[in-house]
């Protein structure tokens, strides 16, 4: 698939199942994430891979935190809440490393991951996988970012799920005029 054929067509999918990026597409996936933006070369991220029964432990650190941020919460959200890694065979953390910079604001730093996990995304979709980006308050919450080792200045961008599926998306028009002006000042 070329480049804008990937942009074009990529869509998320939350129904997902292996195969997940096999080591070498990985690794391709990667070189994409790290191609991404980057005022002054801060490199103002890190990329966290979950498989396999790490990602019970993720779920672990996200029912400890939903216990901590909600002392009601009841099994049944708990239980939901530990379940979420498991919606597919692969997670990427992507987290904002934010380091003060007299050039480069913390928002430009955030925007570098984020334009990291997009690479991600479209890399992903390129290759074949499927995938969805996930937030949520798990990536506002200091005790997930302390079990991720990330300080409470980082900010996680996103959590994306990745794998396989099985029912081609369907892709809907998508105007471009109504966001789009040519400029005549
Ligand atoms: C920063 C960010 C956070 C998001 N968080 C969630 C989320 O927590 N749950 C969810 O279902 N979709 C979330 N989305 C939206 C999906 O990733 C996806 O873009 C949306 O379902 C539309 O599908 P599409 O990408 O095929 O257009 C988020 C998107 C972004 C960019």
Not at 4 to 33: C, F, H, N, W, Y
Not at 85 to 102: F, G, N, Q, T
Request: with cysteine.
């Amino acid at each position: 698939m070329d480049a804008i054929e990937a942009l074009v067509t990529r869509k998320s999918s939350a129904m997902l199942t292996t195969p997940a990026p096999g080591k070498d597409d990985l690794k391709l996936i990667m070189q994409a994430a790290v191609r991404a933006p980057d005022h002054c070369r801060l490199r103002p991220w890190r990329f966290i891979v979950f498989e396999g029964a790490a990602r019970e432990r993720l779920g672990h650190i996200f029912e400890e935190a939903l216990k901590a941020r909600d002392p009601d919460a009841t099994e049944a959200m708990l239980q939901k809440e530990r379940g979420k890694p498991m919606r597919a065979p692969m997670i990427i953390a992507v987290i904002a490393r934010i380091e003060e910079h007299p050039k480069v604001p913390e928002v430009e730093q955030i925007l570098s991951a984020g334009a990291a996990a997009q690479n991600i995304m479209v890399a992903a979709h390129a290759l074949g996988y499927a995938g969805i980006w996930r937030t949520g308050k798990t990536c506002f919450d200091p005790q997930v970012n302390a079990a991720l080792g990330a300080s409470d200045a980082d900010q996680i961008v996103g959590f994306l799920y990745l794998g396989t599926t099985e029912r081609t998306p369907v892709l809907l028009e998508e105007p471009i005029d109504p966001y789009v002006e040519i400029w005549e000042g």
